[in-house]
């Protein structure tokens, strides 16, 4: 039995694969899919939504004290989404400038400066590159 490889190109780790897995294929990051094995292909646009869910599950548990066993593990699930490269990014709170790369929603009258004080989903990231935009709520001055 031949043990393989499992080489991320954009990773500077190899790590070892089981013992009992032969002729294991060469992994690769692609602009839209992460590729572990050859039958193995995450597209990054599900990711993306799996974070985005685990977000707002966190958001919900955190308003309810009975929750805390959902928030750990909603926690553990984000870290081991940015231990692999992503991040999510909730841009409530910072002034809207037209240039940046999200989708707004809705807006809530009043004049320049806008800023941003709702986010229904967050930005995803991976590896510093924007995958999904965040959903937002302006709301003039």
């Known amino acids: 039995m031949r043990i393989s490889e499992v080489n991320c190109e954009d990773q500077d780790r190899t ?18 899919h992460l590729e ?7 597209s990054l646009d599900q990711v ?3 974070a985005v869910d685990i977000w707002r599950i966190t958001l919900r548990a955190q308003n309810d004290d009975s ?16 231990s ?3 991040e ?3 841009p409530t709170g910072q002034y809207y400038d037209s240039n940046m790369r999200v989708r707004v929603i809705d807006h809530i009258g009043g004049t320049e400066p806008f800023k941003i ?16 935009e ?3 709520v302006t709301q003039g001055e």
Do not use: W
């Open 15 to 32: 790590k070892p694969a089981s013992p009992d897995v032969e002729d294991m294929a060469v992994g690769s990051v692609t602009a839209s």
């Open 36 to 42: 572990c094995q050859s039958e193995c292909q995450i």
């Open 48 to 50: 993306a939504e799996l």
């Open 67 to 82: 929750s805390h066993r959902v928030l750990a593990a909603c926690e553990r699930a984000s870290d081991r989404l940015r």
């Open 84 to 86: 692999i490269g992503f």
């Open 88 to 90: 999510v990014v909730n």
């Open 117 to 132: 004080i709702d986010c229904v989903s967050p930005a995803i990231y991976f590896k510093g590159e924007l995958i999904r």
């Open 134 to 136: 965040a959903d937002i």
